[in-house]
């Protein structure tokens, strides 16, 4: 008998298999517009009918980076797939998009069924959490491409706005106001450094309770990544916000300035949100300067929103109604040149 697929290090049946115990976790995330399901080449998707006017579509991409190896070493994969969809849909959702549906990219050496499901099944909690569909995937096996028990993943969402509703922070002025949305913590950037400050430098197990933290380095490593959609979508209906930052690589100095325009500047004041200990964790055990931190972590803030100085007691009125902690971290000033940002201690 000749050399099989199987013995180069392929798995067609385990593939099946993988196709099969992924099926009910995405008939979950199912919504009406779709056309079929998994399984086939493409998935189809219907505009939703006389809901939009002028719809605009609304593509980003993205992954979960080298937070993936913190799973890996604890062993723990039911998150990941959270982080992977958080990380598109709230991209998507700074345009004031809504989002229809996702597809996911899981590319591995060995195809390892029982954690290769798990991830998918985050994915579709996520996709539950922003309400939009899981409507299909690309599973890559590629012996000799990645360690046994590696794994890599890329995420895509398409969603939709109304083009009148399209937000881009053109309108955005001096004397508007910053209302914070706390992240969980470090979300799905900078990991190569806390890595390197926390395990490869500091030595710290993950299984252990640093001083400061109050759970598990894993625990607190692995806390995926807050999706914002539902709530935010809501606010949208309630009022109008000029402007929405998603905080991820490049921290707060790199990303809130792309939804402001030329000539004005964020001020925000550090004392005005918590953080979550672990960012001061990383800080002290590593030596890591305090603008270093700040250009690569979220430190505390997922989502930043611009609003208008009379919207502000309504806009913090209808999050709490929802449940969600907000707070007022700034101000937009006049400025030269390009949009910047400034965290003041």
Known sequence: MGTTYKQSGVDIDAGDAFVERIKPHAARTLRPEVIGGVGGFGGLFALPPGKYKEPVLVAGTDGVGTKLKVAFAAGRHGTVGIDLVAMSVNDILTCGAEPLFFLDYFATGRLEVDAAAEVVKGIAQGCEQAGCALLGGETAEMPGFYARGEYDLAGFCVGVVERSAIIDGKSAKPGDVLIGLPSSGLHSNGYSLARKVLLDDGKLALDATPEGLDRPLADALLEPTRIYVKDVLALLQAVKVKGLAHITGSGIPGNLP?????????????????????????????????????????????????????????????????????????????????ATAVVEP
Do not use: Y
């Not at 690569?296 to 902690?325: C, H, P, W, Y």
């Open 258 to 338: 792309r939804c402001l325009p030329d000539g004005t500047r964020a001020v925000l004041s550090e004392k005005t949100w918590p953080k979550p200990p672990i960012f001061d964790l990383i800080a002290k055990l590593g030596g890591v300067e305090r603008d270093e931190m700040f250009s690569t972590f979220n430190m505390g803030l997922g989502l930043i929103l611009v609003v208008a100085k009379e919207d502000v007691a309504q806009a913090l009125s209808v999050l709490s109604g929802r449940g969600v902690q907000a707070f007022e971290v700034g101000r937009v000033e006049a400025g030269q040149g390009e």
